[in-house]
């Protein structure tokens, strides 16, 4: 349901974010990732975080926050030269499986942002970086049923078909995740 621009309108956000919060899973899947990140830090390993959009900012502003506040290696792989290059010379689909195929590595982790889950070059991405080994977690919205929910080691989901609350919301589960890990 849309809301109009209105106090009930960012309750709503509100609201979303407990409910997620909430889910049974939510913590067990949280307290999975926090245990994931450790393990990687610890082994040297690295997490790499993508999107389209809106989930590419977000992508862009964790691997920096990981990075500086976690003390883990990350990064996004949105650099527009990149993306751009990819795309053109190897298809839009593949433009971050293909960064994967040069920096990912067993062990590194894998975070795939897509408010719909149904992103091509997402899912590509994800299914490949999972057959090299690396940790899948991904973050998602629209239906319980699309394609990226179910294909990580750790999934979550947002239950709404908006974009902006799926995007607000992914947004507080990766702060919620990387909070864990820098004040436990």
Known sequence: MLYPLSGKYFHHYAELIEQVGKEP??????DRVVDYVKEA????????FIGNGGSAA??????????????IPSMSFTC???ITALGND?????????????H??????LFALSASGESPNILLA?????????VLVTLSGFKDTNALRGIGHVNFHVPSEQYGLVEVVHMA????ILDRIIYE
């Open 80 to 82: 527009p030269s990149d």
């Open 104 to 109: 990912g590595r067993h062990g590194d982790i």
């Open 126 to 134: 994800s299914k490949f970086g999972r057959e090299r080994g690396l």
């Open 58 to 71: 977000t992508a862009m502003h964790f691997a920096t926050d990981f990075q500086k506040a976690a003390k």
């Open 90 to 102: 190897c298809g839009y689909s593949s433009t971050y499986s293909d960064q994967l195929a040069h």
């Open 173 to 176: 589960i990766l702060h919620n």
């Open 25 to 30: 899973s939510f913590q067990r899947n949280r």
């Open 41 to 48: 830090r610890a082994d040297k390993a690295r997490c790499f």
